[in-house]
């Protein structure tokens, strides 16, 4: 059988530069996971509250990220922004702002969808004890929302530590960049190391997505 | 006697549809009021008027001489004075039962814990529930969740109790137990208004029978023996027969 290709890694201080492009993935994604969830919520309520003309940009907002693939938006933001509004954004800064922008989207269509299914009378009971509406939402709605949000969220997580290999595109050097830089310094040496190297990868981004999805699955079965 | 609660000229529309067309009523303290009437007669909706929970197209209505108006801030405080227990319970599902009871005491009327739980406790021991007090509403009986939510309503100390057909999904067992709660609140002088399909019930516990058909009160009496022994009007003369097999 032929060599997997995975010796590269212990060469010099691959392996180490590897983990370093990891931790640059999951920085982004962890920054960009963690506003989105919390506007999300915000904006989940909002779509929730009759407001009309609220409710219809949310929906214009909603319906551009879906339309736009992340890509363009990394893009627009990270190579359009330069000229026209005369800013120099970060590549790490331009990541976040569409990570987030997407992340936002998704995450208050989620927490829309999960307070809608929560029904009605449960907001009666609450009104008819003499709560307001501020304490309806605090004691009642949400946190029967984040029990149903548990599982959607955490593949809208996923998903999103998933996507942040895009940010290679607007030449941010994560994971998936010293993985190939690997692979190319060392293409005559060891031709296999694509398979190994991106192996690696692909274990990496597992170990990591696995164990929040346990979690999601633990956490489901704690407060069904 | 003391006049509780007031209902003038109350008008409800659902769209076109008439649901109450100018009711009046006058409950006084310590009355129990029965509503019965065919399903869809709006007798629940009336419910849902007196603590604001439905706005009202026409008239007015009064808890201990204040208005009930939905869309002001004063309805937070007279919901306080306005019990409610409605058929399917609705118990909060992410609380224990006693977290269930002592929220709104302690985050609405801002008591304090310790003696709103020792409350809560005595409650829950009149209604046999005390052991249950740690569990969810998803481990408990229909008739015990119904139970919880009676004494949740009870803890706010309410002027005046509504129960929207509380026995209407329940076992027949269970609707024993219940109805037994109601009855010992009913004793100990609370003031309520109950909306139900149990006939025998309704003749063991009402001070004043109302016949609600088609939006209408069509029949009001204090002698509650003679309205189920032969009410005066056409209409719930036929009502009644329904629930008797020849």
Not at chain 1, 50 to 77: A, G, S, T
Not at chain 2, 22 to 49: A, Q, Y
Request: glycine letters at 6%; one cysteine or more; aromatic letters at 8%.
């Amino acid at each position: 059988m032929q060599s997997l290709g995975i010796d590269v890694l212990l060469k010099g201080s691959n392996f180490s530069r590897l983990l370093q492009g990891l931790y640059v993935a999951l920085e982004i994604s962890f920054v960009s996971v963690t506003i989105s969830i919390l506007l999300g919520l915000i904006v989940g309520v909002l779509m929730t509250l009759k407001n009309p003309i609220l409710c219809f940009i949310l929906k214009i907002y909603l319906e551009v990220v879906r339309i736009i693939p992340q890509m363009v938006l990394l893009f627009v933001v990270y190579f359009g922004t330069t000229r026209v509004f005369g800013m120099d954004l970060l590549a790490e800064t331009s990541a976040i702002i569409v990570f987030v922008f997407w992340g936002v989207a998704e995450m208050g269509d989620l927490v829309r969808g999960a307070i809608k299914s929560i029904p009605t009378i449960q907001f009666e009971s609450a009104y008819a004890l003499g709560m307001n509406k501020f304490q309806v939402y605090v004691y009642i709605i949400l946190p029967q929302t984040l029990r149903r949000l548990i599982p959607l969220s955490i593949n809208l997580i996923t998903r999103m530590i998933k996507t942040t290999s895009l940010v290679v595109m607007v030449g941010i050097v994560e994971v998936l960049k010293v993985a190939q830089q690997i692979i190319e310094a060392n293409r005559t040496t060891s031709p296999n190391a694509a398979f190994g190297v991106f192996g690696v990868v692909f274990i990496m981004y597992f170990l990591i997505c696995w164990p929040i999805s346990r979690l999601s699955i633990y956490l489901e079965k704690r407060w069904a | 006697m003391k006049e509780l609660l007031k209902v003038k000229h109350l008008h409800k529309k659902f769209g076109e549809n008439v649901v109450l067309n100018d009711i009046d009523l006058v409950v006084n303290k310590g009355e129990v009021v029965v509503v019965i009437g065919p399903s869809g007669c709006g007798k629940s909706t009336f419910l849902r008027c007196l603590n604001g929970l439905e706005k009202v197209q026409g008239g007015v209505v009064t808890v201990d001489g204040l208005p009930v108006e939905p869309d002001k801030k004063s309805i937070i405080k007279l919901r306080q004075k306005i019990g409610m227990v409605f058929q399917s319970y609705e118990l909060f599902p992410h609380l224990s039962v006693i977290d269930n009871l002592i929220l709104a005491p302690t985050k609405v009327q801002k008591r304090n814990k310790e003696e709103v739980i020792r409350e809560a406790i005595e409650l829950l021991e009149k209604v046999n529930l005390v052991e249950k007090k740690d569990f969810f509403a998803r481990q408990l009986s229909g008739g015990q969740k119904q139970r919880v939510a009676i004494v949740r309503a009870l803890l706010m100390h309410p002027d005046i109790l509504l129960f929207d057909e509380v026995t209407a999904a329940l076992d027949p067992e269970m609707v024993h137990e219940v109805l037994q709660t109601m009855l010992n609140l009913a004793k100990s002088g609370s003031t309520m208004i109950i909306v139900t399909h149990e006939m025998n019930f309704a003749r063991a516990i009402a001070d004043r029978i109302l016949f609600f058909d088609k939006g209408e009160i069509v029949e009001q009496t204090d002698d509650v023996k003679a309205f189920f022994e032969k009410p005066k009007t056409k209409r719930a003369q036929r009502f009644l027969s329904t629930f008797s097999y020849s």
